[in-house]
Every structure is written in C-alpha cells, then in structure tokens.
C-alpha cells in the first residue's frame, strides 16, 4: 500500500464517523459449501476485532438442518467471550434460536424478514406477516432482556420471483419490524439490484412514516457493481450504519442470483478517502481477508483486498 493513499478529501453533507456491521463471520461463511472449522472462525473473528470492527456478526442460531455452516453456534460463540468492547449480534429465526443464544450470554439478536412473500416463502416457509407474528415474541423477550434487536429486512429493492418491489411495500414491512420493536432496521438489496436513486426514495419515504434514519443500517450485495455508490447514496441522507463483509464474503443460499457481500476493504478505502471515521485499521483487515482467502483456497473478491496483497 502507498503510504498517504488514499488522500482523504472530504464531501459536503456526510457523516463524520460510519459505524460498520460486519457480517463475513455470519452471512459470509454461511454460504460455504464446506463447513469451515470452528477453531478458524474463532480466529476470524479475533482478527477482526483487532482491526478495528466494533460490531462482528458472530453466527447465527437457526436449526442446522437450514445452515450446516453454523451448526456449531453453541461451540463458538464461548471462544469469543474474550473481546470486550465488541458487539457480537447473532441471528436469530424464532423464539428456540433466541432461547439457545440467550443461554450462552448473546446481548445483540437479529430476525430476518422479508419485503417480498415469495422470500419470505423460500427462506422461512411462511407469508410475510406470519413472519412478523413469528418474530414479536421474539422481540418482545429479547427486550425484556434488555438484549439489542436488530431487524433484517431483505428484498428490498428487487425479488428475484417478483421483480421490482414498490417501495410502499417495503415501508410497510419496515414500520411492522420497527413498531415490533426492533432497535434498527438493516434495509437489505439482497440481490444487489439496488440504484442510488432508488436508495434514497425509500430512505425519504420511510423518514416521511416515521422511520428513524439514525436507527437505519444499509446490507447492499454487489451483483452489479452498484454497492458502493448506493452506499455513498445512503450516507448522504444521513445514514451512519453499513452492513460489509470483510473479503466480499457471502451472498444469500435462498436467492441464487445473490453474489457477494459489499467488502469492508472496499468500504473503508472510499470512507477513509472520503475523511470519514470507521476505527477501521485497512491494512490488518486486508491481512486477515488474505489470511481467509488462503485457508478457504480461493481469492478474495474485494478489489481492496486484491490491489493492496499483490505482490510485484
């Protein structure tokens, strides 16, 4: 990496400082076909935490039989007990996963729901507000626990089965999980078919019912180079929460057309460009991406990551 690179050259009307929500232990390793060892994923996650991040996605406590890849969550999450200061949320799909996280100590939960009745069918076998019944109970205990809830809401800005989603569509589901509820809201482009222009027609619209920006997080995927620039639209209505993955891990195992994540490399090279504070050190979190990529026996996607290890 050149040293001073990139320069940081400041624009109007953007936040300070970007909290990321890092979801490569979660949402990126749930989409390996192999199942990665327990050991690794625990040092993934440290590594992690000493880059900077703040807030890592640790696993996810939905049955095994749906996800293989995190059907070790009870062995896990224990070996993660050590990093104080860090925000280790979990997924959770019902009120069984939230009993299991809650008995190891989890302070964060997370439910996924769905904009669109055809994901919400493919991913958890019910309509859309049988989904939200499902979920209130939920979160009702988990805040009785005074445990944060984070809302994950997915399809929103285009259905793989349904097309384009209007946009009073997602703002219903939005308000149903927010008024359940949930402390924030993660507006997910779940196939990455999202445009800046889009993005802020829903941020508007959901700050028109009520919606708190400041309790909006951005889950763009990056199928047609559109992630960063939907991010950096999003940021300019004052969002200060993205969703990233270190490496450009993950996708979605219901939504096929998914691809990769937005990476965290990515994400802190223009923040770090643009004068905005992440707490993010971009050189260790390129090591540990490079680290991952040569234990799952592939190269990482990110750009970042691929322009600062290349070796001349």
């Known amino acids: 990496m050149t040293e001073g690179l990139p320069m940081a050259v400041p624009a109007p009307g953007l936040p300070a400082r970007v909290r990321i929500h890092e979801v490569g232990a979660r949402d990126g390793l749930q989409n390996e076909k192999t199942v990665v060892p327990t050991a690794l994923k625990a040092e993934f996650v440290h590594r992690l935490a000493d880059a900077g991040l703040t807030t890592i996605e640790a696993t996810s406590f939905v049955h095994p039989k749906w996800v293989p890849q995190l059907a070790d969550a009870e062995e896990l999450f224990p070996q993660l007990a050590d990093l104080d200061g860090v925000a280790l949320p979990v997924l959770v799909p019902n009120e069984r996963g939230l009993d299991r996280a809650l008995a190891l100590g989890a302070r964060g939960i997370a439910v996924f729901g ?100 400041d309790a909006i997080g951005v889950h763009f995927h990056d199928t047609y180079g559109q992630a960063l620039s939907n991010t950096l639209a999003a940021l300019q209505l004052g969002v200060t929460t993205v969703d990233a993955s270190a490496g450009g891990l993950g996708g979605c195992p219901y939504a096929k057309s998914a691809t990769g994540n937005l990476a965290t490399e990515d994400l802190v090279w223009m923040l770090d460009g643009l004068g905005v504070e992440t707490g993010v050190d971009l050189g260790r979190l390129t090591a540990t991406s490079v680290w991952l990529a040569e234990r799952l026996g592939r190269p990482s996607p990110s750009r970042t990551v691929r322009a600062l290890s290349h070796k001349e």
Request: glycine share 8%.
């Open 114 to 213: 769905s904009a669109t009745e055809s994901f919400a069918r493919a991913n958890l076998n019910r309509t859309v507000d049988e989904s939200l019944a499902m979920f209130a109970p939920v979160v009702a205990r988990a805040r009785a626990e005074e445990v944060h809830v984070r809302g994950y809401l997915s399809m929103c800005f285009g259905d793989p089965w349904e097309g384009p989603v209007p946009v009073r569509q997602v703002v219903r589901v939005a308000k149903a999980l927010m008024d359940l509820g949930c402390d924030e809201l993660s507006l997910g482009d779940t196939i990455g078919v999202a445009t800046p222009g889009h993005v802020q027609a829903l941020l508007a619209q959901l700050d028109e019912e009520g919606v708190p920006t």
